[in-house]
């Protein structure tokens, strides 16, 4: 039994070849993308002209809006793209672990290492976007000089920890079910299955949810200045 989809080759010639996690990552590339075209065509404000499809994509845009609300208290707008995308491909890959003969891409530490050096990008991206160059790099300097090497170990380790957490979740869960369906192959393999979707779903909420805290933190500071900044002025 391979641990992960990158031991499982389909096809390879010389130093170049296609494994299971690089197949079944386009799969679910091409079900978004197929998902999305469907919905944007019959997309309208009509209540009762919406679809079972516009719904659930309705339901989830307003929920990772409000998640990312939540927790950077800030517009959510200019993270949505971002973040929603993390969620929901994650989500869409281990919820599709549950198929027969579906190896999730999650489960390559190839895939998830991407995911984290995304996010890794993202954040001093937005950071700078928010307070500049200069304000944003300034934050290494908190609260003394001497945590610098400390504060970019920080970056680097939390880049680590994301990618390993995931990757361990999800490979794990996979593993147990398929040692379960040989033992117990039965009502108990059914319900760890089930099990399974429900985790599947958490990991990609705690994913996304890290990775907007990450993102936060590189651009809040200088906002909450900005706000002392106008409440002094109202003081005065």
């Known amino acids: ?24 990552t386009w799969v679910v590339m091409a079900l978004l993308v197929l998902f999305s075209v469907y919905v944007s065509r019959k997309l309208t404000s009509d209540p009762k002209k919406i679809t079972r499809a516009q719904n659930i994509l309705e339901i ?71 307070r500049g160059l200069g304000g944003y790099l300034k934050q290494y300097l908190q609260p003394s000089a001497i ?28 593993m147990l079910v398929a040692i379960l369906l040989a033992i117990i192959p039965f009502v108990f393999p059914i319900i760890m299955q089930a099990f399974g979707m429900l985790t599947g779903f958490i990991q990609a909420y705690i994913f996304a949810v890290l990775a907007m805290v990450y993102i936060a ?12 900044a106008v409440e002094k002025e109202d003081e005065e």
């Open 217 to 228: 933190s590189a651009t809040t500071i200088q906002e909450k200045k900005l706000n002392q």
């Open 147 to 174: 945590m610098l090497p400390f504060n970019i170990i920080g970056d680097f380790s939390r880049t680590l920890a994301l990618a390993v957490r995931l990757f361990g979740n999800v490979m794990s869960g996979t």
């Open 1 to 24: 039994m391979e641990i992960s989809p990158d031991g499982i080759i389909y096809w390879q010639s010389g130093w170049f070849k296609i494994n299971a996690t690089i197949v079944y």
């Open 60 to 130: 989830v845009v307003i929920n990772v809006r409000n998640q990312i609300r939540e927790v950077s208290q800030q517009n959510p707008d200019r993270f949505m793209a971002f973040i929603g995308t993390l969620f929901i491909f994650i989500a869409v890959s281990n919820l599709l672990g549950v198929i027969p003969g579906f190896r999730p891409p999650t489960g390559s530490l190839s895939t998830t290492t991407a995911l984290a050096i995304s996010v890794f990008i993202a954040v001093p991206f937005f950071g700078i976007a928010s």
